[in-house]
């Protein structure tokens, strides 16, 4: 057992090496750890916020698609002859546009035929169709919507329309178009969804 004195801190002793003791970490070590911890938190929060965008795009994109569907289907269900004028073979469904008229923007060139639920007043399965259309996508959520259907023979083509938002904000949104399937022009930010079907 050695039972010798302790050279003070700071002097070396015969025969053994200085050992310096680190107590913590410095300054310099502890601001690159908090720079590298802030600058991958901050990329997580943005990969969320766009994961969150891309999800919510996604699901305005299905439910666009499901109230098409409804439309079309009440059109087979309501198909008819050509000479019933209540029917969708007899032209009840044709070139109609929908919109919610108090959602519009001041630029909006769009005709909107429709900017408010048809009437209860009218039992007609073409009228009851049609409020049950306009009613369904009032309700889904989608903002700043419009829709049409638009006849071509026995053709028709169903468009949804929405505001995806994520490209422009509120200001003016005609400076970029681009072509709809419905042969109009919409603004970009307008998402799109077109089903043609035969009757």
């Given at each position: 057992?050695?039972?010798?004195?302790?050279?003070?801190?700071?002097?070396?002793?015969?025969?053994?090496?200085?050992?310096?003791?680190?107590?913590?970490?410095?300054?310099?070590?502890?601001?690159?750890?908090?720079?590298?911890?802030?600058?991958?938190?901050?990329?997580?929060?943005?990969?969320?916020?766009?994961?969150?965008?891309?999800?919510?795009?996604?699901?305005?994109?299905?439910?666009?698609?499901?109230?098409?569907?409804?439309?079309?289907?009440?059109?087979?269900?309501?198909?008819?002859?050509?000479?019933?004028?209540?029917?969708?073979?007899?032209?009840?469904?044709?070139?109609?546009?929908?919109?919610?008229?108090?959602?519009?923007?001041?630029?909006?060139?769009?005709?909107?035929?429709?900017?408010?639920?048809?009437?209860?007043?009218?039992?007609?399965?073409?009228?009851?169709?049609?409020?049950?259309?306009?009613?369904?996508?009032?309700?889904?959520?989608?903002?700043?919507?419009?829709?049409?259907?638009?006849?071509?023979?026995?053709?028709?083509?169903?468009?949804?329309?929405?505001?995806?938002?994520?490209?422009?904000?509120?200001?003016?949104?005609?400076?970029?178009?681009?072509?709809?399937?419905?042969?109009?022009?919409?603004?970009?930010?307008?998402?799109?969804?077109c089903i043609m079907t035969q009757l």
């Open positions: 057992m050695n039972t010798g004195t302790r050279a003070p801190p700071g002097q070396r002793t015969a025969g053994h090496p200085s050992r310096r003791y680190h107590g913590g970490f410095t300054l310099v070590e502890v601001l690159i750890t908090a720079v590298v911890t802030m600058i991958a938190l901050t990329g997580l929060a943005t990969l969320q916020v766009l994961t969150l965008r891309a999800a919510n795009s996604s699901l305005q994109r299905s439910q666009a698609t499901a109230l098409a569907y409804e439309i079309i289907d009440r059109m087979r269900l309501n198909r008819g002859a050509s000479g019933l004028t209540d029917t969708a073979l007899g032209g009840g469904y044709d070139d109609r546009t929908f919109c919610n008229e108090t959602a519009r923007r001041a630029n909006d060139t769009q005709p909107c035929g429709i900017s408010a639920p048809p009437s209860n007043t009218d039992t007609g399965s073409i009228a009851i169709d049609l409020r049950a259309w306009w009613t369904s996508i009032n309700n889904s959520g989608l903002p700043r919507w419009y829709a049409a259907i638009r006849r071509a023979g026995q053709t028709f083509t169903v468009s949804v329309q929405w505001d995806d938002g994520r490209t422009e904000d509120d200001g003016d949104r005609s400076v970029t178009l681009r072509a709809s399937c419905l042969g109009s022009e919409m603004p970009t930010a307008m998402q799109e969804i």
